[in-house]
């Protein structure tokens, strides 16, 4: 003999939808108290944070002249160091040759030490030559004189040419007008030739040919008699 299942009773059916019920809400007011808190720690984010920012965008402000500071053109002959003791920051000082081709030489500090010499902190330079290579250099120190448009350079001298030739040296000395260069100090040189190591160089036809003074070592690379444009001597 098989029972019939009991249908639950009215109450029984009134509990449980009353049990759901609450379960439904509870639910609901865990969820609305999780956005409360998220909305306030939000918004205690912004209130700290907004100002912070803020802050911090007028600090930016202030400082960026300071962060990258603006060069100083010391190119005109007339022109006199403007900061005391003849200190000036961030020094540039350009011009071109007869055939209009550029020149630039910058350093971190200048000081003026005659109407047209100016002692140069970690000068740097660049130099456009007739072949349409560049060269650039820089230094420890450097003296630059703007009558005879020319610096010496002093404390690991390097030349850079744009076909890959580096010239690496104590000290050199720089005609910015004919691009030539020239040091009686020893020197090493790389690039595609190979290595070299001589007692000293000449930069000449307007940086476009190197000649190699002194006792020379020089270990060619392949094929680097096409690619080698100095004479060692």
């Known amino acids: 003999m098989?029972?019939?299942?009991?249908?639950?009773?009215?109450?029984?059916t009134q509990r449980n939808a009353g049990a759901a019920s609450r379960r439904a809400r509870l639910a609901?007011?865990?969820?609305?108290?999780?956005?409360?808190?998220?909305?306030?720690?939000?918004?205690g984010v912004l209130k700290y944070g907004l100002p912070i920012v803020g802050l911090l965008i007028v600090a930016l402000i202030v400082l960026w002249p300071e962060l990258h500071p603006s060069q100083v053109d010391i190119s005109n002959p007339t022109e006199r160091a403007a900061a005391a003791a003849g200190e000036i920051q961030n020094p540039r000082y350009s011009g071109v040759d007869e055939a209009a081709r550029p020149y630039t030489v910058w350093a971190t500090l200048a000081k003026q030490v005659q109407d047209e010499v100016f002692d140069l902190n970690r000068p740097k330079g660049e130099l456009k030559l007739p072949s349409g290579l560049l060269m650039t250099l820089d230094a420890q120190a450097g003296k630059?004189?703007?009558?005879?448009?020319?610096?010496?350079?002093?404390g690991n001298v390097t030349?850079?040419?744009s076909d890959g030739t580096t010239l690496v040296t104590d000290a050199a000395d720089i005609d910015l007008a004919d691009k030539g260069a020239r040091s009686t100090s020893p020197v090493t040189a790389e690039g595609p030739f190979g290595n070299l190591s001589a007692g000293g160089f000449k930069v000449e036809q307007q940086g476009d040919v190197i000649i190699f003074t002194g006792p020379t070592?020089?270990?060619?690379?392949?094929g680097a008699d096409k690619a080698f444009q100095g004479t060692p001597q």
């Open 28 to 43: 609901a007011a865990g969820h609305a108290g999780s956005l409360s808190r998220s909305y306030s720690r939000m918004v």
């Open 159 to 161: 030349l850079r040419r």
């Open 217 to 222: 070592k020089l270990f060619l690379k392949p």
């Open 144 to 154: 630059l004189n703007r009558s005879t448009k020319s610096v010496h350079l002093t």
């Open 2 to 12: 098989v029972a019939a299942p009991q249908t639950p009773g009215p109450g029984r």
